[in-house]
C-alpha cells in the first residue's frame, strides 16, 4: 500500500466517524438511540477515535478535509466510473489523475477529494 492509499483510507475512516458524531449528537437521533440503550457518552468515545485518526492524517489534508466538510458534509466521495459521487459530473478521460494514484484526486467541478473505492 502506498502512502497516499493509506493517507485516503484514513480520510474516508476519519468521514465515517464525522459523521457518527454529527449523528450522536442530533437530539432527535439522540432520544432514539437511548431509547433503543445506547449510551451517550459513546461520543467521548468517538470524539477520542476522530482524534488518533487525525494525528496520523498530513496536516494539509485535513485542512482541506475540515474546510470541504464544513461547506459539503462529506469531503471524500468515491468515484465510480468517471463518475464524482458527490456532485455527479462527469469527469474528463484525459483527468490526470486518473491514472496516478501517488496524487490525491479532487473533482474539478466541485473540489471534494477523490477516491476509487
Ligand atoms: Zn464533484
Redesign the pocket.
Known sequence: MTDMEDQVKLLVALQDLDLMIREAKDTDTSSEMKQMGFKLDGIAELNQARENLAKRIRPQLLNRYERLSKSYGRAIVPVTGNL?L??F?TLPTSYPSLKSKNSFLT?E??G?ILYFP
Open positions: 464524482c458527490g456532485c459530473v473533482c467541478n466541485c471534494r
